[in-house]
């Protein structure tokens, strides 16, 4: 009797065992490895879709391109491409938010390009083509990241570059945490990293690899990637020896995007003329 208890209780416990971990498996199959910039597992959250309003539209008519590149998984990676007219080895690499490589973001890659002048400007489609015009789609778009892919498409980009390339990176919120692993990929060759507002990367041993000096810009009301997540990112990438400067602005998650409604035109203008000259010192 005691051996069938004994047998009984070890088998309610692979049961509820078994419970937990696929609950917390986020609908992933085996083998299929998710985009770990971790903001995707807000993308089921009604109140995190809610603080992201589908973007305004834009007529854009820009001076970019389109251009491709290979990825090492034997594929093509895209990016919208603003080149100076003279050869320069200076590289920033664009990340988009949720929604995609929509016109917001192009626009925003070209404003970049004017400020900084001599910088080949490469606005990365992490979605492969795919974009959003309302939170539920944008929310399946992000979730449906994979590492390996988004990795592919960056290290394309990187190839493209060259390897005598200077390169910086910036992108928000999805993008923010995007342009932080940019810069860890690019090693040696990172000058600069802006993140606004993406969850960033949590242990000593992700950060290692990386060279470039962090500008991380992040917001006192924002529920997701709280002033807490921006302190314990500051300690860890201090402790690493990291370079990094952290600023917290009185404003909400999203406060930067122009496009939404909980842009905060007093907060962006400060915050975006930060990372410009941070940008402009670095690269």
């Not at 990637?225 to 404003?251: C, H, M, R, S």
Request: net charge negative; proline share 3%; aromatic share 10%.
């Amino acid at each position: 009797m005691l051996r069938h208890l004994i047998l009984f209780a070890m088998a309610l416990g692979l049961v509820f065992t078994s419970c937990q971990n696929s609950g917390k498996s986020g609908g992933q199959g085996e083998g299929e490895a998710a985009d770990s910039s971790d903001m995707a597992q807000f993308a089921g959250d009604e109140k995190f879709k809610g603080a992201h309003e589908a973007p305004m539209e834009l007529n854009f008519d820009g001076t970019g391109q389109m251009i491709e590149f290979d990825t090492p998984d034997g594929q093509k990676g895209s990016a919208y491409a603003l080149m100076p007219e003279e050869t320069s080895n200076k590289y920033l690499f664009v990340i988009h938010e949720w929604w995609g490589l929509n016109n917001h973001i192009k626009a925003e890659a070209e404003r970049l390009f004017a400020h900084l002048g001599d910088v080949n400007v490469m606005a990365l489609d992490i979605y492969d083509g795919k974009v959003a015009d309302n939170p539920d789609k944008a929310g399946e778009l992000m979730q449906s990241v994979k590492e390996e892919r988004a990795r592919a498409i960056i290290q394309g980009a990187i190839n493209k570059a060259g390897a005598d390339a200077r390169i910086g990176t910036i992108g928000w919120c999805f993008g923010g945490g995007w342009s932080l692993k940019s810069a860890i990929m690019a090693g040696d060759q990172g000058v600069a990293c802006v993140m606004y507002y993406g969850m960033p990367v949590q242990n000593a041993k992700e950060i290692a690899p990386l060279k470039a000096p962090i500008l991380g810009i992040f917001a006192k009301q924002d529920e997701w990637i709280t002033p807490e997540v921006a302190q314990k990112f500051e300690n860890l990438a201090k402790a690493a020896g990291k370079q990094i400067e952290v600023q917290i602005y009185d404003a909400n998650h999203a406060f930067a995007n122009p496009s939404g409604d909980r842009y905060n035109e007093e907060a962006a203008q400060k915050a975006n003329q930060e990372a410009w000259s941070f940008l402009e010192k670095h690269l």
